[in-house]
């Protein structure tokens, strides 16, 4: 492979690579909204719960009140009892006093129920609490580690970014012109590998001919049925195929 050729497929990695971590940072603000969705679930449970444990506290207490002024008639009826004058007088009386007795057994009963309702839901109430409590840390501590990832993606980033500028830098235009120009058009890989007579692009047959002319070349070569770039990886030739470097023949 020629050196031109050689660059542009690490160049072509590190854009693979830093699109894909450019896509991991995209994906972090919808997973911080997850967890903030999800704790503002538990907020609103718990909020919720506490609206209804107070209608209940206010239900509980209109029904104390009225036990109250169901005594309080109570006693005025009693206190009359004893001023009555006529038995049909004393008779009413009387039922008027039962009918509040019975009111005052359902009033008693039901304050009694709703006070065990109201232990029953304190229970649930505490329990939603420390639910929250836990989800809140574990929020927190969730946006934490997202925020060191993103920044150790970001970083990862600038890495890659840098390698892949000061490389590009290095590669004759001639090379890195079209292969960006294919690179655009195809929006990946504008450059693949032949591999058992195949384009890496395409999966279309590449000519044995053709094969020749990419190992061979100077310049770019490309797939006649994609217009990827090919180029055959060096795994495939047989033994070694970068040369060392001639002692003997000076470079410059
Ligand atoms: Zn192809």
């Given at each position: 492979m020629n050196e031109g050729l050689r660059r542009l497929v690490r160049l072509q990695e590190l854009m693979v690579t830093s699109d894909a971590v450019a896509e991991r940072i995209a994906a972090i603000p919808a997973e911080v909204a997850r967890l903030e969705k999800d704790l503002l679930a538990a907020q609103e449970d718990l909020e919720k719960a506490r609206a209804a444990m107070q209608e209940m506290q206010k239900d509980r207490r209109r029904l104390e009140g009225e036990l109250m002024a169901i005594e309080t008639?109570?006693?005025?009826?009693?206190?009359?009892?004893?001023?009555?004058?006529?038995?049909?007088?004393?008779?009413?009386?009387?039922?008027?006093?039962?009918?509040?007795?019975?009111?005052?057994?359902?009033?008693?009963?039901?304050?009694?129920?709703?006070?065990?309702?109201?232990?029953?839901?304190?229970?649930?109430?505490?329990?939603?609490?420390?639910?929250?409590?836990?989800?809140?840390?574990?929020?927190?501590?969730?946006?934490?580690?997202?925020?060191?990832?993103?920044?150790?993606?970001?970083?990862?980033?600038?890495?890659?970014?840098?390698?892949?500028?000061a490389l590009a830098a290095t590669i004759p235009p001639e090379y890195?012109?079209?292969?960006?120009?294919?690179?655009?058009?195809?929006?990946?890989?504008?450059?693949?590998?032949?591999?058992?007579?195949?384009?890496?692009?395409?999966?279309?047959r590449v000519m044995p001919k053709l094969i020749q002319q990419v190992r061979r070349a100077t310049g770019l070569i490309a797939c006649d049925s994609c217009k990827r770039y090919l180029y055959v990886p060096e795994d495939t030739h047989h033994g070694p195929s970068a040369e060392p470097p001639s002692a003997g023949s000076p470079a410059q």
């Amino acid at each position: 492979m020629n050196e031109g050729l050689r660059r542009l497929v690490r160049l072509q990695e590190l854009m693979v690579t830093s699109d894909a971590v450019a896509e991991r940072i995209a994906a972090i603000p919808a997973e911080v909204a997850r967890l903030e969705k999800d704790l503002l679930a538990a907020q609103e449970d718990l909020e919720k719960a506490r609206a209804a444990m107070q209608e209940m506290q206010k239900d509980r207490r209109r029904l104390e009140g009225e036990l109250m002024a169901i005594e309080t008639k109570i006693a005025k009826y009693q206190s009359q009892l004893l001023e009555v004058k006529t038995n049909k007088e004393y008779q009413t009386m009387l039922h008027e006093i039962e009918t509040c007795k019975a009111e005052r057994a359902t009033h008693d009963e039901r304050i009694l129920l709703e006070m065990e309702e109201t232990e029953k839901r304190g229970a649930a109430l505490r329990a939603l609490e420390e639910r929250l409590k836990e989800k809140r840390r574990a929020t927190e501590e969730g946006k934490k580690r997202l925020d060191e990832t993103a920044a150790a993606l970001r970083r990862e980033q600038e890495g890659l970014e840098g390698e892949r500028r000061a490389l590009a830098a290095t590669i004759p235009p001639e090379y890195l012109d079209p292969f960006l120009k294919v690179a655009r058009q195809r929006k990946g890989l504008a450059l693949v590998a032949v591999r058992d007579e195949l384009c890496g692009g395409c999966h279309v047959r590449v000519m044995p001919k053709l094969i020749q002319q990419v190992r061979r070349a100077t310049g770019l070569i490309a797939c006649d049925s994609c217009k990827r770039y090919l180029y055959v990886p060096e795994d495939t030739h047989h033994g070694p195929s970068a040369e060392p470097p001639s002692a003997g023949s000076p470079a410059q």
